[in-house]
């Protein structure tokens, strides 16, 4: 009898813990379909092409830049790397490939440029932005 009562217990147990991990997924799915903050940039930034504002195009387009910038820092240090060469190739490989991307898009738009000097290095942004 005390046998069967302790293995109840233990299945109401389970069944809350399941329970209470669903309310976890239903968080998770939200947050992944919510649209990334560069990317609602990038979207207002192309609507405003289409409508020839092109200054305001420009503004968004920098704005979705340093927002993935600074993600991309983040991520970086996230990964804890130790060694300092390890950190640059990795900020040269990732920041190489964000100005590529954004330079494209405001190429189209007319005589603009990325605020990209400050940036090469990753010594360059850690000193600007250092860890959060």
């Known amino acids: 009898m005390l046998l069967i009562s302790l293995i109840t217990a233990v299945q109401v147990i389970l069944i809350i813990k399941i329970w209470m991990m669903t309310g976890d997924v239903r968080k ?6 919510e649209p990334q903050a560069e990317n609602r940039k990038i979207t207002e930034a192309q609507l405003k092409v289409l409508e020839g ?3 305001e195009a420009y503004t968004l387009y ?3 830049y340093y927002y993935s910038v600074v993600t991309f820092f983040n991520e970086l240090e996230n990964k804890n790397l ?3 060469e390890a950190k640059e190739k990795a900020w040269e490989e990732g920041f190489n490939e964000i100005v590529s991307y954004y330079s494209g898009q405001i190429s189209r738009l007319g005589n603009y440029k990325l605020p990209e000097e400050a940036l ?3 010594a360059q942004i850690s000193a600007r932005i250092g860890k959060l």
């Open 28 to 33: 998770i799915r939200q947050k992944l379909n």
């Open 53 to 55: 504002k092109t200054e």
């Open 62 to 64: 920098k704005e979705a």
């Open 82 to 84: 130790k060694d300092t």
């Open 120 to 122: 090469y290095t990753y």
